[in-house]
């Protein structure tokens, strides 16, 4: 289990990484690579740069095609993503994944130009995904364990995506992913 999911990783960052990262001039794999890449620069712990790195991983394992927004589907990547992860990584990665689109919306009702700053991928997504939070729903979210690494996440990867940036290959992060993943049951 522990090496099927590492070699999964691998290869769904490596290979199926060719698809286009939304309206962005990168592909899913320099995203995925760029956000780790900032996330180990910022000195966050290994479960946060491995939630980095594979916070999309939802885009890669459905089959809507390579940019759903587009026909206005919101693919719903984040929960997907954390499905998969669950069972395989502890909360350290799982819920900045989880809530790495809820971070998104906290900010654009938090910060008064967060929204401005949008890539335009970000923007189309946003209305599909419910929007800016409310003054509830941001109370609410603040209150939530990982809520402060889930903000981290969404500016990372708000950053991740440089056109033509050098960045450590998906190998770098093998001993960081192993680390994180839980024991197996006895
Ligand atoms: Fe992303």
């Not at 992860?85 to 919306?105: C, I, M, S, W, Y």
């Not at 960045?167 to 994180?180: N, S």
Request: glycine share 8%; aromatic share 6%; proline share 5%.
């Amino acid at each position: 289990m522990h090496e099927d999911t590492i070699a999964t990783i691998v290869e769904l960052i490596a290979g199926k990484g060719e698809r286009q990262y939304g309206l962005s001039a990168i592909n899913q794999r320099a995203h995925a690579l760029q956000a780790a890449h900032l996330a180990e620069q910022a000195g966050c712990e290994p479960g946060l740069i491995v939630a980095a790195l594979v916070h999309d991983i939802g885009h890669m394992v459905h089959d809507l095609g390579e940019d759903p927004a587009k026909d206005g589907i919101d693919d719903r990547h984040e929960a997907l993503g954390a499905a998969w992860l669950d069972g395989r990584f502890g909360p350290a990665v799982t819920e900045p994944v989880r809530l790495h689109v809820a971070a998104k919306r906290y900010l654009c009702g938090k910060e008064s130009d967060y929204f401005a700053r949008l890539s335009p991928d970000s923007v189309r997504s946003l209305a599909l995904q419910g929007g800016p939070m409310s003054a509830a729903e941001i109370t609410a979210f603040e209150a939530r364990p990982h809520f402060s690494e889930a903000v981290q996440l969404r500016r990372f990867d708000e950053g991740a995506k440089v056109k033509g940036l050098e960045v450590p290959d998906v190998r770098h992060y093998v001993p960081l992913i192993r680390a994180c993943l839980l024991m197996p049951l006895q």
